[in-house]
């Protein structure tokens, strides 16, 4: 079945290290996009790519870093800079283009990081 | 710009009465409004959608929502709701021009026996 796989599940930094979230699509989806997720807050956009090999700053990109080398893959790095990392990360995708954008997201199950 | 509302951030009901979540937006052209469903520890699910046409739309587990643009609402319920109801809903409006969703804060709901 296609979906979207983040990975961990569960990842715990310690302060001042860099730590790389997992997400992997096999829809064929050309948008990507990750949110983070704080109590309250409801969802934040980090980043988001409408096509392999280019990105574009959400609302709260700073301490943050992605890629898009590949369709099929959007690895988020939560930088050092990033003072208060502790969030659900949810990663998502959509078609793409126009019409694609109507058909709304899939997302996956989320990583929960934690700073200890 | 674009902004979504959501006016409740937790709702409490029993089980078999029926529930309405609200949700306002702005926007500066005709709206593209989503309504999500988040179980604790998942995802999102996409419940329901308005693009246009028809005010009133139906989407999955029983639940629809009513598009008015005078009041600029798009306000969820279901006639009927179940324990396995209780979590969080997301109201989002998207832009379609940049390719990206504005979500709501959400709102909790719980549903009693």
């Known amino acids: 079945d296609g979906g979207i796989t983040q990975s961990p599940k569960y990842l715990f930094r310690k302060e001042g290290q860099n730590v790389t979230l997992s997400c992997e699509q096999n829809l064929n989806h050309d948008a990507m996009y990750w949110y983070r997720q704080d109590p309250g807050q409801g969802l934040r956009l980090i980043y988001y790519s409408q096509i392999v090999n280019d990105f574009q700053k959400g609302d709260i990109a700073e301490g943050y870093s992605v890629s898009r080398e590949k369709k099929e893959s959007f690895p988020l790095t939560v930088t050092s800079a990033q003072k208060n990392p502790t969030a659900f990360y949810l990663c998502?995708?959509?078609?793409?283009?126009?019409?694609?954008?109507?058909?709304?997201?899939?997302f996956g199950s989320g990583t929960r990081l934690t700073v200890v | 710009a674009q902004s979504v509302t959501q006016l409740d951030s937790h709702v409490s009901v029993s089980e078999g009465t029926p529930v309405l979540l609200r949700c306002n937006y702005s926007?500066?052209?005709?709206?593209?409004l989503f309504w999500y469903v988040q179980y604790p520890n998942q995802g999102l699910q996409l419940l329901l959608k308005?693009?246009?046409?028809?005010?009133l739309v139906k989407g999955i587990n029983g639940f629809e929502a009513e598009f008015n643009k005078s009041q600029t609402s798009f306000h969820l319920r279901k006639p009927s709701v179940h324990i396995s109801d209780t979590a969080e809903y997301f109201c989002?409006?998207?832009?379609?021009?940049?390719?990206?969703?504005?979500f709501g804060d959400g709102t909790t709901l719980t549903v009693k026996p």
């Open positions: 308005y693009l246009s046409g028809s005010t």
């Open positions: 926007s500066s052209y005709s709206p593209s």
């Open positions: 989002a409006v998207i832009n379609t021009n940049a390719g990206k969703s504005t």
């Open positions: 998502a995708s959509s078609i793409g283009a126009v019409q694609g954008y109507l058909s709304g997201y899939t």
